[in-house]
């Protein structure tokens, strides 16, 4: 079964770090590049980081950018994404997503998503 | 970072009504631009890609025009499953960047 399955969430203090993974599987996963999105509740879509099907490119948002850190192990057909320096603001449901052969692509497969709640 | 409006924000409607949600970029993204629905509780899905081609099993009652900076969604006979909130998502280049979202509630 095509998927991506979301883990690492929890309740974190403000400034606190915490990492998400993301295993996919019935895909080639180093053949995508992939994305992660958050969702604080009640509100949009915010697209937060990418990552090239290589690893070698990663984009992020003005919001995350030099306190999260995308990654991927194409070997484990695993996403990550290491969060720093958390803020209440961040609170929401992270997925990942699966993009197209470049980070600019649309997002033809998510996760059930995990939720981030920072708070003291 | 190229600004995506849609609207309205919110509509009522009934079953077998014909709707329309409109997207606009502050840039041309040519038709780079694709649509999602998302239902209570559950992960956005991608419907149209491409400004207008439809995802696998996506039914036809779905239809999309636009391009460069004006884009719409149109449901032509709502059906009780199309009750959700819908997005539109530049893929032109990054950061992605999502309107603010469309839901579409029972009348």
């Known amino acids: 079964e095509v998927q991506l399955l979301e883990s690492g969430g929890g309740l974190v203090q403000p400034g606190g770090s915490l990492r998400l993974s993301c295993e996919a599987s019935g895909f080639t996963f180093s053949s995508y590049a992939m994305s992660w999105v958050r969702q604080a509740p009640g509100k949009g879509l915010e697209w937060v980081s990418g990552?090239?099907?290589?690893?070698?490119?990663?984009y992020y948002s003005d919001s995350v950018k030099g306190r999260f850190t995308i990654s991927r192990d194409n070997s484990k057909n695993t996403l990550y994404l290491q969060m720093n320096s958390l803020r209440a603001e961040e609170t929401a449901v992270y997925y990942c997503?699966?993009?197209?052969?470049?980070?600019?692509?649309?997002?033809?497969?998510w996760g059930q998503g995990t939720l981030v709640t920072v708070s003291s | 970072d190229i600004q995506m409006t849609q609207s309205p924000s919110s509509l009522s409607a009934s079953v077998g009504d014909r709707v329309t949600i409109t997207c606009r970029a502050s840039?041309?993204?040519?038709?780079?631009l694709n649509w999602y629905q998302q239902k209570p509780g559950k992960a956005p899905k991608l419907l149209i890609y491409a400004a207008s081609t439809l995802q696998s099993g996506v039914p036809s009652r779905f239809s999309v025009s636009g391009s460069g900076t004006d884009f719409a969604l149109t449901i032509t006979t709502l059906q009780p499953e199309d009750f959700a909130t819908y997005y539109c998502q530049q893929s032109y280049s990054t950061p992605l960047t999502f309107g603010q979202g469309t839901k579409v509630e029972i009348k």
């Open positions: 997503a699966k993009g197209g052969g470049i980070i600019a692509a649309e997002l033809n497969l």
């Open positions: 990552i090239a099907s290589s690893g070698g490119t990663t």
């Open positions: 840039q041309s993204i040519s038709s780079y």
